[in-house]
């Protein structure tokens, strides 16, 4: 079945950076468009980026525009999430997700990941 594991959470110091991983098996994610989401505790699941497949394009949240950049690479079945100048309002656990629809709107997903917490804070 369609699975997607997420790693490379942790804690960082604002202005810092991390790169997030999600892992896909069951499917390839050639042919699917792959979102990254997070939630904050006490706060409702946001989307943060997209990454379609066809055609190639990404989009973004505001709050992460010019921060954050989203990649994928075919050949290891993986999406990145490349965070930079982390802030301590990105806190919270990040999540990847499955869709055929590359909106920013969570439940156009699915398959959703088990989440990878970042934690920003000096």
């Known amino acids: 079945q369609l699975q997607l594991v997420e790693s490379g959470g942790g804690l960082v110091q604002p202005g810092g950076s991390l790169r997030l991983s999600c892992a896909a098996s069951g499917f390839s994610i050639r042919y699917y468009d792959i979102g990254w989401f997070r939630q904050a505790p006490g706060k409702e699941r946001e989307g943060v980026s997209c990454s379609r497949w066809s055609p190639s394009t990404t989009n973004y949240a505001d709050s992460v525009k010019g921060r954050f950049t989203i990649a994928r690479d075919n050949a290891k079945n993986t999406v990145y999430l490349q965070m930079n100048d982390l802030k301590p309002e990105d806190t919270a656990v990040y999540f990847c997700?499955?869709?055929?629809?590359?909106?920013?709107?969570?439940?156009?997903?699915?398959?959703w990941g088990q989440g990878t917490p970042v934690t920003v804070s000096s």
């Open positions: 997700a499955v869709s055929t629809y590359c909106t920013l709107i969570a439940t156009d997903f699915g398959s």
